[in-house]
Nanobody
Framework: EVHLVESGGDLVQPGGSLRLSCAAS????????MGWFRQAPGKEREDVAI??????HYAEAVKGRFTVSRDDAKNTLYLQMNSLKPEDTAMYYC??????????????????WGQGTQVTVSS
């Protein structure tokens, strides 16, 4: 079992920055890789950034602005978001997938989810 808890969402002005955190716990939490996803109203959940064995994957829309990292000692995934735009407004979710199932960026392939944290970019 894996339990994920996100934090750090907030209202921020365009051009601002935020840092999201996702703390993982549970008996299987050391056997999963994690990623960030987001879902805006009326849209499907989409991948944002994945951290996989020290390598990173970014959605094209966030490349150069967002940075994903993981602190194994704290079992926590981070998302540093800079130069935020109104189109980044969404509920941000942390997802986890068993390493043994292989790499994926599709939300449908992630079995574990947090409750989400809201990011709103507006002046």
């Amino acid at each position: 079992e894996v339990h994920l808890v996100e934090s750090g969402g907030d209202l921020v002005q365009p051009g601002g920055s935020l840092r999201l955190s996702c703390a993982a716990s549970g008996s299987a939490s050391s056997n999963v890789f994690m990623g960030w996803f987001r879902q805006a109203p009326g849209k499907e959940r989409e991948d944002v950034a994945i951290f996989y064995y020290g390598s990173t994957h970014y959605a094209e829309a966030v490349k150069g602005r967002f940075t994903v990292s993981r602190d194994d000692a704290k079992n926590t995934l981070y998302l540093q978001m800079n130069s935020l735009k109104p189109e980044d407004t969404a509920m941000y979710y942390c997802g986890a997938r068993d390493y043994g199932l292989g790499f994926s960026i599709s939300p449908a392939n992630f079995a574990y989810w947090g409750q989400g944290t809201q990011v709103t970019v507006s002046s």
